[in-house]
Structure formats: structure tokens, C-alpha cells
């Protein structure tokens, strides 16, 4: 049965945090809010809570997982970007915007795609996810909370916990949440290409 956590939304409560944390490096995998609806998320090194997610989402092994990073510094440690990417995605981050980007060797090669070698990045701007981030210190893996059959991701934490309460360890509650996901562009060719339209402006990354 899943753990139920009210985080304040502005001000996150730090004995709360830890104990997501806690659980986190314990090898939860914890259902949360984003600035673009809920997402899974487990540690880097969770092999069972990837599989997890996979099976929750009725994904095959070529689906592209997100690494939620707490900032720009952290996601350059795990994609090789260059200088166009560097200038256009700093100027779009933190947001809700999705960058597939070649992977470095600090990625486990299971997270990456297994022909092109990528994984997507994030910087969320949402207090809740990087409070929990901040005190990971490293990013979370993590996949937008889009059930089979549906197009949007899910937005209430009760809903998640009603639903997913025993294929998840935790459910993050923190208010309002906006039921669109990322925008995702595909920088991995050298030169952005947008692959989802979503809460993220796409026009800034039009050819």
C-alpha cells in the first residue's frame, strides 16, 4: 500500500523530504508532481523501479527515460551539449521542456535508448521537485504518469493513490497541478526537432 505525503507547495516541510529521500535511496518508486502533471520517479540505480515504471505504463524497452535534474550543471554531467544546444536550452530552463540528447558514460547504458545512445533531461520549475532533488543530489529517473490509453498525465495525488496504490511506494501531494506534459525536442542530430508539443512554447526551437 502506498505512502500518502502532503508537501507544502511553496515552503516543503525538510522532515518530510528526507523521508521521500530516505525511501528513495531505499529503492521506492514514488509517484510526484511536476510543472507538467505527475511523473514516476526512482533512483538512478533502481533496476526494479525502472522495470516498474515500464510495466505501469505498458512501455517497451525503447522508450526514452528522463533524467530530472536540479540544474544545468547536473544535466551537463550526464548529455553531451554543444554550444547551440547550450545557449537555447539554459534560455528555456528551469521548464517544462524534455531535451533527448546523447548520453555520457555517467548514464547507465539500460536508461539510454538502446540504438541511439540518448536520454532525455529536465530541470523542473516546480519547488516541491527540487527540494526532493536537492537532497537526492543526483537526478531522478523518472517518466511523465500518462496510463495506457490515456493522453494526458494524471494530476491528483488522491486519484494516483487510489489507482496505483499497490504498484507504487509513494504518492507526493502538493496542490494544483497542470495536466500537460513537456514539450520534448530531440537535439541528439545536432539541431533541435520537436517530437511533443506541450506545456513548453515549441516556437523558440522551430527550424
Given amino acids: 500500500m502506498a505512502r500518502y505525503v502532503d508537501l507544502h507547495p511553496e515552503n516543503p516541510q525538510p522532515r518530510l523530504v528526507g523521508q521521500v529521500v530516505a525511501a528513495l535511496r531505499d529503492?521506492?518508486?514514488?509517484?510526484?508532481?511536476?510543472?507538467?502533471?505527475?511523473?514516476l520517479g526512482?533512483?538512478?540505480?533502481?533496476?526494479?523501479?525502472?522495470d516498474r515504471i515500464l510495466r505501469i505504463r505498458q512501455l517497451d524497452d525503447r522508450h526514452h527515460f528522463t533524467l530530472m535534474c536540479k540544474d544545468f550543471a547536473q544535466l551537463?554531467?550526464?548529455v553531451h551539449v554543444d554550444n547551440a544546444a547550450f545557449r537555447a536550452i539554459k534560455a528555456a530552463t528551469p521548464?517544462?521542456?524534455?531535451f533527448i540528447l546523447p548520453a555520457t558514460g555517467e548514464v547507465p547504458r539500460?536508461?539510454?535508448?538502446p540504438k541511439k545512445r540518448t536520454v532525455g533531461v529536465r530541470i523542473p520549475d516546480h519547488v516541491v521537485v527540487c527540494a526532493l532533488l536537492e537532497e537526492l543530489?543526483?537526478?531522478l529517473l523518472t517518466s511523465t504518469l500518462i496510463l495506457p490509453g490515456e493522453d494526458e498525465p494524471r494530476i491528483?495525488?488522491?486519484?494516483?493513490?487510489e489507482e496505483l496504490d499497490h504498484q507504487v511506494d509513494i504518492v507526493v501531494e502538493s496542490g494544483e497541478v497542470l495536466p500537460e506534459p513537456t514539450t520534448v525536442v530531440d537535439w541528439s542530430e545536432g539541431y533541435p526537432e520537436v517530437v511533443r508539443v506541450g506545456a513548453g512554447d515549441p516556437s523558440r526551437f522551430a527550424a
Avoid at 529503492?27 to 511523473?39: E, F, K, R, V, W
Avoid at 539500460?110 to 535508448?113: F, I, K, N, P, V
Wanted: with cysteine; charged share 20%; net charge negative.
Fill in 27 to 39: 529503492d521506492a518508486l514514488i509517484a510526484y508532481p511536476t510543472d507538467s502533471g505527475y511523473a
Fill in 42 to 50: 526512482c533512483q538512478l540505480g533502481n533496476r526494479d523501479g525502472r
Fill in 76 to 78: 551537463g554531467q550526464f
Fill in 95 to 98: 521548464g517544462p521542456y524534455t
Fill in 110 to 113: 539500460r536508461l539510454m535508448h
Fill in 137 to 139: 543530489g543526483e537526478p
Fill in 156 to 161: 491528483h495525488g488522491w486519484e494516483i493513490k
